[in-house]
Structures are given as C-alpha cells and as structure tokens.
C-alpha cells in the first residue's frame, strides 16, 4: 500500500498531463526508438526468451563449497595442495587442500549434486542448467566483474543489459527497457560503470530502481522535496507552458526530429512517474507470495525484495533486470559486505548464500508459478571462483580463482537438470569445455532471438560486440 | 591463471568433433586420381599466395573458423588436413573442388579457387606438401600504405578558402549555401561553440547593435581573448585523454594531483601554444623541456586514463600483475596515437591489423616507446618544490612572528604543539620538528618503526616546558610507569605492544593518514597539532609554563586593567585541546590518556577515526607540576593509531582584560597576519602533479624488454626484444625510434618528433578535422579517431589538405583555425531547413539530397553537452562561479574505505558553482545527473559526444534538485533585476536564458504564468525549453 497520502492525487494530476496531450502515439514512437539503434527490424531468428533477469553475485562465489561437487578434494583434506610451492594466488600462497564447507547431496529427478548451502535451491534443480567449467581472464575483482558484465576486463564497454536494449529496444510502453537493483549495502567492485551502457548511446544506459524509496524509486521521478514553490498546480501550468513553447519554437524548425522527440520525452517522462511507483509497490503483491519471498526477514529481506521487484518489472515488459547479491563499497563491517571469503569462507558464503537460496528459489518458483518461466532467461553468475586450498592461518578462507566458477541459468529456452564443461578432480581449472563470459554472453543472446556476431557498434576503429570476436552458442543446455 | 594451458585444452576437446566431421567427408568422397610430374612448385611464390587470397581470412591463427589454421606448417602438420604425397587422400583438395555437380565445400566467404590454383595446390601436395617454416600467411589489411590518410599533403598553389571547397561540391550537387544567420543567432551560435555558455543579453545587444561591418570578426577576436575559451576547448581534448581524477577499478583511489594537467591543457589553449608543442610536451615534455613546469605537467596526458592499482600494486601474484601492466601500456600507446594521428593501433595488439597496414609487431614497438615509464604522482620538478617550500616556509614564519607578537599581548595561553616543535609555545616553533619518545632528542627528519625501544623509561628533556618523554606498557595494570623527572609513576595502562612509531611532532607523525577530522584541517590556518603515535607519552612542565604566562611581559601590562577576581587563582591554568584518532576508518582503535601528576583526568578508550573530535578541557590547580598526555595502542596492534591533539593549549584561567590601545595593536596585527595567510592559501597545494616517471631505479638502468606477445597474451611473449618504433605505413617517414639501448626519455622524444614531423600529413589532417567537427558536430571525416579502412572517408578531401596546409601555414596555430572556420560563410549560415516554396524535383530539395548535410547547405542545429547545460544554468541564474584553477571542486561527499564511497550532494554553494570542467571526475561514481545528459564515461576515449534523447533526461531537468535550486535563483535574480512587473520579468527571463525577447504569444503565456504560478515556474520551464538546449 502506498505510504504516501498525497500520491493519489499527485498521479491523478500527472494522468491528466499525461492524457491531455493528446495525439500522442507512444507505442509507435517506442518501436521507433527501438529501432533506432539497431541495424536490423526484430530479432535475427526466433526468440525463445523475451526478458532476462540477471543475479550477479561480486566477489567471487566459491565453485566447490556450491554447486561443483568434488568429492576428490574432500578426500585429500588437509593435504598439500601444491607440492611445488610455485603457485601464487592473488593475495597468498596455497595453503592445504579443502573440501567443501558444505555437505553435497543429489536432488531432483536429474540428481545433479548442490551443496548443504542452498536448501531451497536445490528444490528448483530440475529447472537449472549449470555451466561448471567457467573461467575468467582476471582474478581481480575489477576487471573480472567487468569481463562478465561486458566482455572486457577494461572498464567503458557496454554491459549485456545495454546491448540487449540495444538489439530489442523496450517492451514496456511506460517502464525503462534495462533496470539495475544494486545491493542495498552499496556498490559492487567497479562501481556504476559495471551496468554501463559504455560507448552506446545513452538510451541504453540502465535505470537504477530503489524500492525502498517510495518517494523517488527512480532518480529525479518527481520534484525534489523541499522547493515550496512546486506545487501540484505549478506543475501542471509548467509543463502546458514548457509544451506550448517548444511547439512554438519547432514550427520554425520543421524537420528537426530531435526537437519532436524531446517533446515526446517529457510526455514519457510523465507515464513514469505513474508506472514506477505502481511498479515498485510491493505491498500490491498476495500474503503467499510476499511469504514465499521472506520479504520480511531481517537478513534475506532486502535481497528477497529485489527478486520480487524483478519479477513485477519484467511482468510489465522490462526487458532486462539485473540484481546485485553483495556490494564492495560498503562501511558495514559485522562481514564481508559481498562474497569474496578471504579469512572466513564458512561465515561470509554461509550469509550470503542463504540471502541468495531464499531470493534465487523464490524467484524461480513464482516465475515459474506466474507461468513467466518459460519466457524469461534467469542468469546467475559471479565474476570468478575460489581456490580449493585453503587461505589463511585458521584455513578457513578461499583465495581467488579466476581458473573456474559455476554460472547456472533457467527458464527462457534453457533444458533444466543439466550439467555443462567440468573442472578437473579438485575443482581448480575448468578442463572440459572451458567457457568464458562469451559463451555465455552467445547463449543469452541467442535465446533472445540475436545472433552475437552481428549485434555490433563502431567505436574507435571496430565493431564492437558484447562476445568481442569469440563466442560460442552452448547447444547442450537449450532445450 | 595459465591462459595458454586452458586454450590448448579447449583446442583438444573440439577436436573430436573435426575428426569426426573428416571422417565423414571421406565416406562420400569419389575424387578422380591422376599425376603428372611437372616442374617443382614453389610454396612461398605459388601456393602461400593462395592460401592468403582464399582461406586465411577464417583459418588464421587468430581466428580458427571450423578450429583450422593455415597460417604455418605447425598448424598443417597439427591438423593433418594435408597428407604429404597422397592429394587424392588429402581432405584440403577435397573441399576445394568442386563434388558432382556440388560447389566446393571452401571457401564459404570468399572467391572460389580456379582450376589453376586447385591443380596447384594439388601438384604441391604430390610432391611431399614442403612447407618451409619461415613462410607465416597472414591476412592482407584491407589498406595498404596507398590509403589516403597516409599520403603526403595535397599542395595548393593558390590561395583558396574554406567556402570555395564548399561550394565546388554544392555546384556538383545542385546545392546553394543556405543565407547568413542574423546577428543574435550567430552570437549565441559562437558563444556557445567558442566558451560553452550563452552570451549574456548585454554581448547581445552591444553585437547586434555594433555599426561596424567587421564587427563579427571583432566579435571573434574577442571570444578567442577570453578565458572561457580555454575552458570550453580543454574539455574536448580531455575527452580525447579520457581524464580522471581517480585511479578507477576496483578501489578507485584518489588522484587528486591529476587536475594540473587539467589546468595545463586549458592554458595551452588560451596562450594558443602551437599544436606540435602542445603535442611534444604531452608526449615527452619532461625529457624536452625539464625547466618548464608546463612542459613537464603536460605529460599529464600520458597517464590521464584509469589505471589498476589492485591489479599493479596490491596482488601478490605476478601473472596478474603482467596482465595489469599490459594493458596500461596499451592504454598509453591507443591513446597517443588516436588523440594524434587517429591511428586504431590497438586493434593489432592480438594480430596483424586486419584493416589497416599496422603489423602487430609494430604495435610492440611502440609499447616499447613506454615500457620504460609508470604513471605516478611526481614533482614538477625540484627547483619548483624547493622553491615552494621555502616560500611556504618564510610565510609560516612570518605568520608565527605575528603570531607570537599577538600572543605577547593578549594570547596567555601556549600552544604546546609549538613547544613540541621546539618553540617558546608563542609560535617560534618549527612545524614537523619532533622529540624522540626514546630519548627526548629533538629530530627533523621522519621516521617509522622505532627500533631499540625501552619501555617504560623516563627521557629527559632539554626544553624548559617539556619535563621529559616515554613509551608505556602497561603490563595489564601492574607496570608502574614512569611520567616524570621527579619518579612519579602510573600503573593501571592497559598491555599494548610496546612499539612506537615516527617522534613526537609538532603537526602531523610520518605517513599520518589524515590530519583532518570533522571538518578541522590542524595543519590549516589558526591550527595546531601534536601528533602523538601510540604507545609514546609526553610530560609539560607546569611550573615552568606557568611562570611564563605569570611573567610581567604577558599579565601585567602597564595599561591592562588588574587581573579581575581572586589572587590566589592567579596560578590555576587550564588544558584545552580538541582529541582525535587521526588514522584511517575501520577497525583500528587506540587510547588516550591525560593525567596531572599521574592522577588520571581524562581518558578515552578504544578511539576510532569515526568517534571524531573529544574536546578535552582541564582545570589545572595551581600547586599542580605536570601534565602527560600518553596515546596507547588499544590492544589490536600499535599500526595507524595515530593519535593528535588539536590545539592544545595552556593558558590562565583568569584573564585580565586587554586596554583599547592593546586591542588597536592586536587589530593591527591580525589584520597583517590574514594577508600572510591570504599567500598562503594563494601558494596552493604542493607543486605535484600526476604524469609519468621513469620504471629506472637504482642500477636497473634500462628499459623493461618488450616482445611481441602472441595473441596479446602477456604470458606468451614471442621472438627477440623489439626496439621502439612506429609504422611504416607512413612511407614519407622513419619508423626506426631508437634502438634497444635507448633509454626512456630518448623513446618518447623519438615518438613526439615522428608525429610531429613536419612531413607527417596525417597529424594534421587529424586535428584540422577535430576542429571542424567541434564547429559543426561533424567532420570532414566524420569517424574523427579513426582515418583507417573502418573509418569513414572525406567528405572534401581537398579542403582537409588545405586545411591541414593551413595549420602548417599559421604555425601550428589553432585560434587561426578558428578564425578561418567561423568567418567562413559555410560556417555563419543558418541552419533551419529551407523551406521549398515550389514543388520540387527530389534533386533540388537540399533535405533529399543531402539529408545528413554532409555537403554543408546549412549550418547544423545542435543540442548543447551535458556540462554546458549546467554551467548555462549556473550561469543564466546568475551563481556561475568564474573561478579558474586549481583543485576540482567536490560535489559528493567523500569517504575513506577499501573502495572509498562516494556521495553526491547537490551543488548549492559558490565553490560548487564552479564551470564543469573544473569538477572533481570520479570514475566509479560518475555524476549522474551529468551522465544522464550524455556526459561519457571518463574510461573510454571520446572523440566525439553523442547526444539522445531520454525521459529520463527530462526527469533530471525538470526535477533534479540543482535544477530547482537554480531555477529559484533564477527567478531571484529576474525580480531583482527587472522590478516587479510581469512582462518586465518575462522579457528580462527570456533575454537571460534564450538571449530574445519573448514573442507576443509567448509574452501573453508567459505573463498570465507568472501571475497564476509565480515566477519560479516560468524559470523552470526555461531552463526546460528545447531552445534552451539546441542552439540554431
């Protein structure tokens, strides 16, 4: 329920701004805009999925402690790990082989093995398709959140929330096409430039959603607080007047569109500020599904929020949400404020991944409920893995591994209950089937309806892609 | 992490699929078997030519379609595609002929192959497939060395002008120029094109009102004189230098020396410094001219970009650190050579580029022109920090004479920090000197860990007010410690490490991480500060300090009134100071402690950075003889506790009051002592600025080795170290740039003299089109970074060599290119699209033939970037802040962390009001309202703004706070200036923010606006309007 008791008026006056213009086709000038930016009308082939919702865990999810079952390190607990003494990890030396933190068990008719660490998860197993043998190029934080956001480990390239938008233009009539919901605590490494639309035109740049602000989800939605002079009917006269002197001063500049589409924009602008809110009210949504989020749970809660919110946003045609679970720059300090375990693996992933358990299960069994599953591509990732030695003096860290990680996907075209590349027997290097971001980044792409070798852009001296000039479609995890 | 390990595996693992995909193809091959013995082929001559022409493209090394190379004899034997002797049983012959009736298989991409050449390849293979291993194929660009960019300038006999090309190429297309703007449009066309804000009505009027014919080039002149023309034009080329002011990445760190170079770019601008200069002192300024701060700062450019710290400093691990490293050489080298010669060099730091002639081994040689250097803070150079300093030094001593003077008249109190620094506590002190917690020695000079430490010793000191020093442990309360010459002792303080960092100072301890807390900068005027690390304690001497301030000199003036009160307090003092822990945020805390006579009377246990400031105030009776101030490390390690006392002071609790003639002479003296500290503030921070330094240290005199690293991989460097070099593609050059021995500054010099060669066409005609597109939104070349085979071609070839001629012609001069563009009449048409009175053909409507007006038939209309629509808001609201230089203004909040935060506020203040080119870019956090406008990311190179249209671009105009605040001030400044009035204040706003007067329609809206809604609301629609953001 809103909390606001002058909303209702405020949107009903903005509804009549909005109604009292008239002519004005937004959904043509929407397929419009779409299209603006891309060299083709539609997609490349038949779409599978129309939307993707992303949860990208920063920091560097351990591999073995989740979903990589590997019961040869288990075996070889507390044994040396690299007898050579050669190997340098990003912040230590090896220490001793260790297993997982968490039992492995086999669930679902697939039996595909999930860690103790995601109870709920597990429950969903038969729906996921996992992609074991993920490396990156960078085991740093920076570079690699960025490798998996854009392709690249330098920052200023688009990210995959961007070039979809870029490719498929919005379905929303009224909501942005790409919306980010960064983690409550703070950033992830790297920052904003992390859900950059980088040389793409601006358009393409996301939208970050606050739903915990019902006073402006989005940035700027409505007037700041504090300006006495604006007044509901102020608003209004404004904007009538701000309308009549642009079409006065375009009438001498007949064949400028650009004058006519920053006329639009406003006239946009004014259905957001009545669809974000309705968007982001959580409160609108039945007891069973806030319960089988856990909305109000003092940990899990804000991350469970944002799943829910993802799903009421591409429920109304965003194209493209992306969920943060963990932040980096962050003062909270009780842990780690993101996933990378350096001195207490069983304290940082035992938080977080159940935050994610609670949200990602939940997510996937409402989308899945709504009958949205089918239609949307859900993507799970994080920029690397972990080391299956230990770090530390008490050994209960994991240092850096950009060598192998797990990503897993479900829904929109994905074969559930499967398994993809594998690690070698201590989950150290991915050796079959190694895949990087740009595998991935095809396969997403794919499912959308877009082939990744044409959805270009010239910048500086090339045509740029989101796979830069590799990727390969995973055939083994479509359905 | 072993790339090359998993890339090989990869390779294996798709391998089976090709065998079995050949395995296939020999089922159904029937191929006809026949030999001839001819003459010996020649692979290099007759086949490699094939191979290049027809399959190479896909089946290159780097490319791999179909996981096939056919780059090198290593690849043939690996994929046994070729099997020596036996053509018929080769799989190579087989895809490339033609099977009953079928195309060949091969190739799918390219030209098939003729029966010569199949027969060709087919002899080869009969005679053993000899394949010598020196012969690589690789992929043909696209260009070669004839592409037009590389060819010298075209030569002009005759003088010609810029609306001669113009109109040759309108001739040709049916085309007519488009007629003169009038006056008001082309002052606010100029205004914004030349100093990025609007003209003010005033420049208006006085222009369009100018009976001087020449009055527009008078107009021009005078905008080029004004410093707001530097400002406007450095931020196109910090665009091109992708500027920060911090570091990016991960951690994002401060680099908050960076805006020197900022200011340097503005200044060449202004003074017009000849474009190679501007260039040579950019590229190697501190090697070619060392005495010339400017020069020197200009390099600057080299280092502008984000760099890795966690990637290059912080991991342990030196894979990663190579993989940092290479791409910050490549970032240098990119930037150079598309900010200058719009080369896309980097597009051949993986293979061969495949468009233009730049070989990758090229592409090495010039990261060897770098290899040698590392970005870091540095000097200006020495002369100037010495002289810096001493300057620094002659102000803070005359300011601690007036100081000292003051005090002796009215002050009574002691500065204690100054005693620490050896002074009479009345500011004859030295900032910085410090005493030895071990031995109570005086020092100067910084230390760190302290070694040969003896806890809890008593040192006695030689300075009159100073009883003597210590470092405490407190062995859990059973030490009893010793606070003075006199044995007296303390027990009950805590265990600590017993180790002790740095001395005793006066001001901040060595490597201290801050000497600001809650705002107080202590080492800023009017401040004081006593760094006191843990575990290290000092004891005063409160006798001797309380003869001083009982002395005849300070209480008992002839003319001060009698010391009001009781006598016998005339000997209680009072200690007041303001308490912090000074290190970093996070976990670190410490303890402090304050006692009389070893009776404690204030302590403070487990303080951290986020405590902020204890104010410490203590009654001192007079039998009292010593006060100790102690800092102990907390228990959690003595690292960071770096404990400060902020203007600690002793002074009398009773004060007589001073007489008029004592006031006049302190009035005096204060009034001589802010203009000492006005010089102060004026000498600025430190004379450092980020650029580059040499990688040389110590014996280590040569430049890192720099090999060709195959497939940019960092871990697979290939063939012998390369010396540094450039690209032959310019024939007219030497692309030699020195030899392996070569050191670093000779590379650079080698580099900036090549570019800037005055045979070099191709530098020339890069910045005579950046400059066309920064006045028409377009180049000649409309892909402005890239003169490449992917770049777009000339429009008017002929008029960019004349240009670039031009330039050569006015010596390098960019405010004469500016001058030639603007007075041009192509430049001053208008630029609304002809309105076709009568039916026309498709040929002649200008619109049909050339809608993108590629052949300038009308000026282009333009809507203005994100900075500019700030500053005219600032501006036309009449708070635009002129201020020039110095530091960027901050307008987030700053906060220490890992990855610090930060925090936008809105700019609701003068020193935020600043021009945006002078704002503080934070790379992580951009600001987004600015972002929204199209500002872009500061880690891409930008050679040209793009511009959309958003909703929620109107939502930041119509709602963000600036831009309330701003229209407030707006309306403000409208009632002011033009009454109370209605169609006054709606004339005065629209001359303000659209340089007109409103039309009667407009006026008749505008008017009843103001009067229903206030005037607030017409000032915020204005700065909404479209023609407040497009300029015709």
């Known amino acids: 329920m809103s909390t606001n008791p002058n909303e209702p008026s405020r949107r009903e006056f903005l509804r009549q701004a909005g109604g009292g213009l008239g002519s004005f086709a937004l959904a043509a000038m929407l397929a419009e805009e779409a299209n603006a930016g891309s060299s083709e009308s539609g997609t490349h082939h038949l779409a599978k999925a129309k939307r993707v919702i992303q949860i990208f865990c920063p920091g560097g999810m351990s591999q073995v402690d989740t979903f990589d079952y590997k019961p040869e390190l288990a075996k070889r607990n507390g044994t040396t790990f690299d007898p050579d003494g050669k190997l340098q990890f990003f912040a230590s030396k090896p220490g001793n082989c260790q297993g997982s933190h968490w039992k492995f068990r086999q669930h679902g008719e697939s039996g595909l093995w999930i860690s103790d660490l995601f109870p709920k998860l597990a429950g969903c197993v038969d729906d996921m398709a996992f992609i074991y043998s993920m490396h990156s190029k960078s085991a740093l934080h920076g570079p690699a959140c960025f490798m998996m956001n854009t392709g690249f480990t330098l920052p200023g390239f688009p990210c995959m929330g961007s070039w979809v938008t870029y490719g498929l233009g919005s379905e929303a009539d009224d909501l942005p096409a790409f919306v980010v919901l960064p983690d409550p605590r703070g950033l992830p490494p790297g920052g904003i430039i992390n859900w950059g639309a980088g040389f793409l035109p601006a358009q393409h740049q996301a939208t970050t959603l606050d739903a915990n602000n019902r006073q402006q989800p989005i940035a700027d939605l409505f007037p700041a607080a504090g300006i006495e002079e604006v007044t509901e009917t102020s608003e209004q006269a404004g904007l009538d007047f701000l309308g009549k002197l642009n079409r006065l001063h375009q009438t001498s500049r007949a064949g400028n569109s650009e004058l006519e589409a920053r006329i639009k924009a406003y006239e946009m602008a004014a259905r957001l500020q009545l669809s974000a809110p309705e968007a982001t009210d959580l409160g609108q949504e039945s007891k069973a599904t806030q319960e089988l989020y856990g909305l109000q749970h003092p940990e899990a809660g804000p991350f469970a929020r944002q799943c829910l919110l993802a799903r009421r946003l591409v429920q109304r045609g965003v194209r493209f949400v992306q969920i943060y679970c963990g932040a980096e720059n962050t003062t909270a300090k009780k842990i780690r404020p993101n996933w990378d375990s350096h001195e207490d693996l069983p304290r940082d992933h035992g938080y977080w991944g159940s935050v994610l358990d609670n949200g990602a299960a939940a997510l996937l069994t409402d989308l899945k409920q709504q009958g949205m599953l089918e239609e949307t591509l859900v993507i799970c990732t994080t920029e690397f893995g972990r080391q299956p030695a230990a770090q530390g003096a008490a050994a209960k860290g994991r240092d850096h591994n950009a060598g192998a990680f797990t990503a897993w996907l479900a829904g929109g075209g994905i074969k559930g209950g499967v398994g993809y590349g594998a690690t070698d027997e201590l989950g150290f290097q991915s050796v079959v089937n190694p895949t990087y971001s740009y595998d991935l980044h095809a396969t997403a792409l794919h499912l959308l309806g877009i082939d990744h070798q044409r959805l270009t852009f010239y910048h500086n001296g090339i045509e740029r892609r989101l796979t830069d000039v590799h990727g390969h479609l995973i055939r083994e995890i479509l359905a | ?1032």
């Open chain 2, 1 to 1032: 992490m072993d790339v090359n390990a998993t890339s090989r595996l990869c390779r294996s693992t798709f391998r089976v699929d090709r065998i079995t995909c050949c395995a296939l193809f020999c089922l159904v091959f029937v191929g006809a078997s026949w030999v001839s013995a001819e003459q010996k082929v020649d692979f290099a001559k007759q086949v490699a030519p094939i191979f290049q022409q027809h399959c190479i493209r896909c089946h290159s090394d780097d490319d791999r379609q179909g996981e096939l190379s056919l780059a090198s004899v290593d690849d043939l034997n690996e994929n046994e595609f070729v099997i020596p002797g036996q053509p018929d049983a080769s799989y190579l012959l087989e895809v490339i002929m033609a099977q009953e009736g079928e195309p060949p298989a091969m190739p799918q991409e390219a030209e098939r192959l003729k029966d010569a050449e199949v027969q060709t390849i087919r002899r080869w293979i009969q005679q053993g497939a000899a394949w010598p291993a020196e012969v690589r194929i690789k992929q043909a660009s696209k260009a070669d060395a004839s592409w037009w960019a590389y060819q010298p300038l075209q030569v002009f006999p005759k003088p010609h002008s810029i609306d001669e090309f113009i109109s040759a190429k309108h001739q040709k297309h049916d085309l007519r120029f488009a007629q003169r703007a009038d006056r008001r449009t082309l002052i606010r066309r100029l205004s914004f094109d030349l100093h990025g804000l609007p003209p003010t009505p005033e420049q208006i009027k006085r222009f369009v009102s100018d009976p001087d014919p020449n009055a527009y080039q008078k107009l021009v002149d005078r905008m080029l004189d004004s410093p707001r023309y530097g400002e406007r034009f450095a931020q196109h080329w910090l665009d091109l230098a992708h500027y920060g002011d911090t570091h990016g990445f991960e951690r994002d760190k401060r680099r908050d020396n960076a805006w020197r170079y900022r200011d340097y770019v503005i200044q060449a601008f202004n003074d017009d410094k000849p474009y190679s200069r501007f260039l040579q002192e950019q590229i190697a300024g501190d090697v070619l001219w060392p005495n010339d701060p400017q020069a020197v700062i200009a390099t600057g450019f080299l280092a502008a970009g984000p760099w890795d710290f966690v990637g290059q400093v912080e991991t342990k691990s030196p894979a990663l650190r190579r993989a940092a490293r290479s791409l910050d050489l490549d970032d240098m080298a990119t930037q150079v050579m598309t900010a200058s010669m719009a080369m896309t060099v980097n597009c051949a730091r993986c293979h061969d580029h495949k468009l233009d002639p730049i070989t990758q081994r090229e592409y090495y040689q010039l990261r060897a022109v770098f290899a040698g250097i590392k970005r870091t803070d540095r000097v200006v150079s020495e002369q100037a920090l010495q002289d810096y300093q001493d300057q620094k030094e002659t102000l803070r001593m005359q300011r601690n004479a007036l100081d000292a003077a003051a005090a002796q008249l009215t002050g009574r109190s002691i500065d204690l920090a100054d005693v620490v620094g050896g002074g009479n506590g009345f500011g004859t002190g030295m900032f910085r000197q410090a005493i030895d917690p071990r031995n109570a020695k005086v020092q100067t000079r910084d230390f760190g860990n302290l070694g040969n430490v003896i806890v809890n010793r008593f040192s006695r000191s030689d300075h009159p007010l100073v009883d003597g020093v210590f470092i405490a442990d407190g062995k859990a309360g059973q030490a009893e410690v010793p606070i003075s010459s006199t044995e007296v002792t303390v027990s009950g303080l805590p265990t600590t490490s017993g180790k002790a960092w740095d001395m005793i100072r006066n001001g901040p301890v060595a490597s201290q991480h801050s000497t600001t807390i809650d705002g107080i900068d202590f080492t800023g005027p009017g401040h004081h500060l006593i760094g006191l690390h843990a575990n290290a304690g000092i004891t005063f001497d409160l006798s001797a300090a309380r003869e001083v301030l009982l002395s005849k000199q300070v209480t008992q003036r002839a003319d001060d009134e009698a010391t009001a009160g009781d006598q016998s307090l005339a000997g209680e003092l009072r200690f007041t100071a303001k308490l912090g822990y000074f290190g970093a945020s996070g976990s670190n805390v410490a303890d402090a402690w304050v006692f009389l006579d070893g009776k404690r009377v204030a302590e403070f246990r487990k303080l951290k950075r986020d405590d902020g400031l204890q104010a410490i105030d203590v009654n001192i009776p007079t039998k009292s003889k010593f006060l100790t101030l102690l800092a102990t490390d907390g228990g959690n390690g003595y690292g960071m506790d770096q404990i400060g006392f902020g203007d600690p002071q002793l002074r009398l609790s009773k004060l007589p009051r001073p007489s008029q003639e004592t006031q006049r002479r302190v009035a005096k003296l204060k009034q001589r002592r802010d203009r000492v500290e006005q010089q102060l503030l004026e000498l600025g921070p430190t004379p450092e600025f980020y650029g580059v330094a040499s990688t040389e240290k110590g014996a280590e005199r040569s430049v890192p080795e720099v090999r060709l690293l195959s497939r940019g991989n960092p871990e697979s460097p290939s063939g012998h170290a390369l010396e540094p070099g450039s690209f032959a593609a310019l024939s007219m050059l030497q692309p030699q740039l020195g030899t392996l021995q070569s050191n670093q500054g000779e590379r650079r010099v080698a580099l900036a003299n090549w570019i800037t060669h005055r045979d070099n066409p191709l530098t020339k005609r890069v910045i005579v089109n950046r400059l066309w597109q920064w006045h028409f939104g377009t180049g000649l070349v409309s892909t402005p970074s890239d003169f490449g085979y992917g770049g777009a071609r000339p429009s008017h070839p002929q008029l960019l060599d004349w240009l670039a001629g031009e330039l050569v012609a006015n010596q390098g001069s960019l405010k004469a290119m500016h001058r030639l563009i603007v007075n041009s009449r192509t430049y001053q048409q208008v630029s609304v699209i002809h309105r076709v009175d009568t039916p026309s053909s498709e040929r002649t409507n200008p619109a049909r033939v050339d809608a993108d007006n590629r052949l300038l038939w009308r000026q282009n209309p333009r809507r203005v970037e994100a900075e500019v629509i700030r500053d005219s808001v600032l501006h036309v609201s009449g708070k635009l802040n002129m201020q020039q230089g110095g530091p960027g203004f901050e307008d987030f909040t700053y906060q220490e962390a890992y990855a610090p935060i930060y925090t936008y506020v809105t700019a609701d203040s003068k020193p935020l009001w600043r021009r945006s080119i002078y704002r503080y870019r934070v790379r992580t956090t951009p600001d987004r309202f600015l972002t929204t406008l199209d500002c872009p990311d500061p880690a891409n190179m930008t050679p040209q703004r793009l511009t959309t249209t958003t909703p929620l671009q109107s939502l930041a105009l119509y709602n963000n706070e600036l831009m309330l605040r701003q229209a407030r001030y707006f309306a403000q400044r409208v009632s002011e200036e033009a009454g109370a009035k209605p169609s006054d204040q709606v004339q005065r706003a629209f001359q303000l923010a659209l340089g007109r007067a409103a039309e009667m329609e407009e006026l008749q809206w505008a008017v009843s606006l103001v009067q229903q809604q206030g005037l607030f609301v017409l000032c915020r629609s204005l700065f909404n309007a479209n023609e407040f953001v497009y300029v015709d």
